[in-house]
């Protein structure tokens, strides 16, 4: 069974940076993209970010120049490099990896704060 497990996150002040990581608990086969999904208390889960096998990358307008995303040599490790963290940046972070055929994996989140 696949497990995504999520860490670096944290409090941070408003500028600030972090860097999350996301590896697989097994090499997954057919991976079609790997990305980064937020929540933020009272919202919905929204997209962030996410890298497709080709190593092409798409992010939310919000995060456009401050995010970025990218993954290990192996593929099997999506990263979320944050800079310039915003207050409206505060939320639960999941990584999601979407696999052939139709398979759907989600980790369990981390928290991230930034403080004003």
């Known amino acids: 069974q696949v497990q995504l497990v999520e860490s670096g996150g944290g409090l941070v002040q408003a500028g600030g940076s972090l860097r999350l990581s996301c590896p697989a608990s097994t090499r997954i086969i057919g991976i079609k993209q790997m990305g980064w999904y937020r929540q933020a208390p009272g919202k919905q889960r929204e997209l962030v970010a996410y890298?497709?096998?080709?190593?092409?990358?798409v992010y939310a307008d919000s995060v456009k120049g401050r995010f970025t995303i990218s993954t290990d040599n192996a593929g099997n490790t999506v990263y979320l490099q944050m800079d310039s963290l915003k207050p409206e940046d505060t939320g639960v972070y999941y990584c999601h990896i979407l696999a052939w055929p139709n398979a759907d994996y989600w980790g369990q989140g981390t928290q991230v704060t930034v403080s004003s």
């Open positions: 890298i497709t096998s080709s190593k092409s990358t």
